[in-house]
């Protein structure tokens, strides 16, 4: 990790770090309030455990957190040749159509169906959202959440190297999941237990949610070098009239919004920036972004080169984020989804 010289624009060069492959977390710590917690907020970065959190945060701040449910979206299956496929189920549509991703040695044609194990079918409709999209479109021959429930796979990221299993059902998945939809869990929240939200309620800090369904473009890296040359991958998101009221009594009483998650960070300033309380968001938060809406963020260590480096940089700045993986790397900490998280302030303009 090398400084940033203010002389020019950011590259992409400048979110790489190299990352000892043993600190890649493959399994979740034994309990969710015992990971690791980076605090750094100041200029010295002091090492914390994640359920000392409420002695972090003060009465009249509003926690925000993403409810989405991880859906079992992988599923596996064979062509009409006998051909293996696999497909990762991105968003469900309506009439029993979906859209997702392919992964097979010679894509079928338009209008091939794919004989899935559980025994359902997928018919092939096209590609999505048009006709040059990265993602297809098919029509299963059931309800798609049904049959993902029944014959679906947790889809862990490719990083974590194990098929999935019982813990990772449960796991990877938060206490208050309600809204199923997403391929990918808001990782931060991982790390809180029914305990821990009751000590933080008990405090005087508020709850409250949004609902942003996290597609598997949040673990593709970034391949242009100038950063305004990325295209940014479409989420769903919603914002309810009851954190809208939140937010506002957040602000009336002088407390800060704590975005638990880049997720719910995108979805907040997702709606600040459209005025849209519920759409899709391709919103690209890179430094000298002007925050609207959140003050501090609790998240976890991110992929290099990735949209969510640029994230967290521009919220705390980037030499404060690199100076805080550097000690994260010297220290042990376990980093991505099933890792350690860490405690950001937003920076102030000078």
Same mark, same amino acid.
């Given at each position: 990790? *090398? $400084?940033?010289?203010?002389?020019?624009?950011?590259?992409? %060069?400048? #979110?790489? @770090?190299?990352?000892?492959? +043993?600190?890649? &977390?493959?399994?979740?710590?034994?309990?969710?309030?015992?990971?690791?917690?980076?605090?750094?907020?100041?200029?010295?970065?002091?090492?914390?455990?994640?359920?000392?959190?409420?002695?972090?945060?003060?009465?009249?701040?509003?926690?925000?957190?993403?409810?989405?449910?991880?859906?079992?979206?992988?599923?596996?299956?064979?062509?009409?040749?006998?051909?293996?496929?696999?497909?990762?189920?991105?968003?469900?549509?309506?009439?029993?159509?979906?859209?997702?991703?392919?992964?097979?040695?010679?894509?079928?044609?338009?209008?091939?169906?794919?004989?899935?194990?559980?025994?359902?079918?997928? *018919? $092939?409709?096209?590609?999505?959202?048009?006709?040059?999209? %990265?993602? #297809?479109? @098919?029509?299963?021959?059931? +309800?798609?959440? &049904?049959?993902?429930?029944?014959?679906?796979?947790?889809?862990?990221?490719?990083?974590?190297?194990?098929?999935?299993?019982?813990?990772?059902?449960?796991?990877?998945?938060?206490?208050?999941?309600?809204?199923?939809?997403?391929?990918?869990?808001?990782?931060?929240?991982?790390?809180?237990?029914?305990?821990?939200?009751?000590?933080?309620?008990?405090?005087?800090?508020?709850?409250?949610?949004?609902?942003?369904?996290?597609?598997?473009?949040?673990?593709?890296?970034?391949?242009?070098?100038?950063?305004?040359?990325?295209?940014?991958?479409?989420?769903?998101?919603?914002?309810?009239?009851?954190?809208?009221?939140?937010?506002?009594?957040?602000?009336?009483?002088?407390?800060?919004?704590?975005?638990?998650?880049?997720?719910?960070?995108?979805?907040?300033?997702?709606?600040?920036?459209?005025?849209?309380?519920?759409?899709?968001?391709?919103?690209?938060?890179?430094?000298?972004?002007?925050?609207?809406?959140?003050?501090?963020?609790?998240?976890?260590?991110?992929?290099?080169?990735?949209?969510?480096?640029?994230?967290?940089?521009?919220?705390?700045?980037?030499?404060?984020?690199?100076?805080?993986?550097?000690?994260?790397?010297?220290?042990?900490?376990?980093?991505?989804?099933?890792?350690?998280?860490?405690?950001?302030?937003?920076?102030?303009?000078?």
């Amino acid at each position: 990790m *090398t $400084l940033h010289p203010a002389s020019r624009p950011f590259t992409l %060069a400048d #979110f790489d @770090f190299e990352l000892p492959p +043993e600190l890649i &977390a493959q399994h979740p710590a034994a309990e969710r309030s015992a990971s690791r917690l980076l605090d750094g907020r100041n200029d010295t970065p002091t090492d914390r455990i994640f359920r000392e959190l409420p002695s972090l945060l003060r009465a009249g701040d509003l926690l925000v957190f993403n409810d989405t449910q991880v859906i079992k979206a992988r599923l596996f299956g064979e062509k009409a040749t006998g051909g293996k496929v696999e497909l990762l189920v991105e968003r469900v549509l309506q009439d029993h159509e979906v859209v997702a991703h392919m992964k097979v040695s010679k894509k079928p044609p338009v209008g091939s169906t794919l004989h899935m194990v559980g025994g359902f079918s997928a *018919t $092939l409709l096209g590609r999505w959202p048009d006709e040059d999209g %990265a993602l #297809f479109r @098919f029509r299963f021959s059931g +309800e798609p959440h &049904a049959l993902m429930a029944a014959h679906g796979h947790v889809p862990l990221p490719p990083y974590i190297e194990h098929s999935d299993s019982a813990e990772d059902e449960q796991r990877y998945q938060t206490v208050f999941a309600r809204h199923p939809g997403a391929v990918a869990a808001p990782t931060a929240a991982l790390h809180f237990d029914q305990a821990l939200l009751d000590q933080l309620s008990a405090q005087g800090i508020e709850r409250a949610s949004v609902t942003l369904h996290v597609g598997a473009g949040t673990f593709q890296p970034v391949k242009t070098d100038n950063l305004a040359e990325h295209k940014m991958h479409r989420e769903w998101y919603q914002v309810p009239v009851a954190t809208l009221a939140a937010l506002e009594r957040c602000r009336q009483r002088g407390g800060r919004v704590v975005a638990v998650g880049t997720t719910t960070v995108r979805t907040l300033e997702s709606w600040a920036q459209s005025g849209q309380t519920t759409g899709d968001t391709q919103i690209f938060i890179t430094p000298g972004f002007d925050f609207q809406v959140v003050d501090v963020l609790i998240t976890n260590f991110h992929l290099p080169k990735s949209t969510l480096m640029m994230l967290v940089s521009a919220l705390a700045g980037y030499e404060r984020i690199m100076g805080l993986y550097r000690h994260a790397i010297a220290q042990g900490y376990r980093f991505f989804s099933y890792g350690d998280a860490m405690l950001l302030e937003r920076q102030r303009p000078a």
